[in-house]
Nanobody, 117 residues
């Protein structure tokens, strides 16, 4: 059974930082492309960042988070992280972890991030 469990969300002031974690089980983690997505109220889910598995190690970021967010992964721990700096109110959303390989994908349950003073 595949499980992706996110953690690390919470309430933070504008300009602050958070680190999200997503622990995976039930998959060969190292070969999966791992990604973070978010969904704000009334909006569609959007890509935040992805990091390829295998030997590629490519990363991709949404323009809105470039220079502020960093995705990383620890294959030994089967965990992907999202380091978020200089947070803005518009970053407020539920953040979801996704694992993808070929036509298969798995999602976590999401973790709430609220940026507010």
């Amino acid at each position: 059974q595949v499980q992706l469990v996110e953690s690390g969300g919470g309430l933070v002031q504008p300009g602050g930082s958070l680190r999200l974690s997503c622990a995976a089980s039930g998959i060969i983690f190292s070969i999966y492309t791992m990604g973070w997505y978010r969904q704000a109220p009334g909006k569609q889910r959007e890509l935040v960042a992805t990091k390829n598995g295998g030997s590629g190690d490519r990363t991709m970021y949404a323009d809105s988070v470039k220079g502020r967010f960093t995705i990383s992964r620890d294959n030994a721990k089967k965990t992907v992280y999202l380091h978020m700096n200089t947070l803005k109110p518009e970053d407020t959303a539920v953040y979801y972890c996704r694992a993808a390989l070929g036509g298969r994908e798995h999602w976590g349950q999401g973790t709430q991030v609220t940026v507010s003073s």
